[in-house]
């Protein structure tokens, strides 16, 4: 605790060390939104993709005293429009009982320095529409919904599929 009585929170960037907790939060995010059935990722799979020498997103943890309390994961796209780099927030999460310290407020900000710092356009993530307290938690930050976008994806076997039309395509022309 500090002089205060509040218990001491720092942020750092995540390392190949930190995979495990990485994994840990990944999973307990996905409980949180009822999708854990959707964790595939791995220890392994993770080192290589936020590690590796073609590393694709940053990784922030969070901690109060010497416990990991929280993580965001997110990287960087590019706006057309703006003609500059943006980030992405792929996920941020706090453990249940840690939420009300501050701790996401203070990651959030952390990310907009960051973003800002970079050059960055745009600072964007996605909410799930059920989860009110944090859709009110981003807008209390000054983060508008864009309700006029669909986010849409291709993942597994209609990815694979694409792939296969597109290759398919190209031997015809």
């Known amino acids: 605790m500090n002089a205060a009585g509040a218990a001491a929170f720092s942020l750092r960037v995540a390392t190949a060390a930190d995979a495990g907790i990485i994994l840990d939060f990944i999973r307990r995010l996905a409980e949180y939104e009822k999708l854990a059935h959707l964790v595939v990722a791995s220890e392994e799979l993770l080192c290589e993709e936020l590690f ?10 969070g901690f109060e005293q010497e416990q990991a309390v929280g993580f965001a994961v997110y990287f960087h796209n590019f706006s057309t429009f703006l003609g500059r780099k943006g980030i992405w927030l792929e996920d941020l999460f706090v453990l249940p009982e ?22 960055c356009g745009r600072f964007e993530w996605a909410v799930l529409d059920w989860n009110a307290p944090s859709i009110d938690f ?4 000054g983060a508008v919904a864009l309700d006029d976008w669909t986010i849409f994806r291709v993942t597994g076997g209609a990815l694979e599929d694409l792939a296969r039309r597109a290759g398919d395509q190209t031997e015809s022309t």
Do not use: N, T, W
Request: include cysteine.
């Open 52 to 61: 590796g020498p073609r590393a694709h997103a940053e990784v922030l943890l």
């Open 98 to 119: 840690k939420r009300g310290c501050g701790y996401g407020k203070k990651m959030l900000l952390e990310l907009g320095r960051i973003a800002f710092e970079r050059g």
């Open 138 to 141: 981003y807008k209390s930050l």
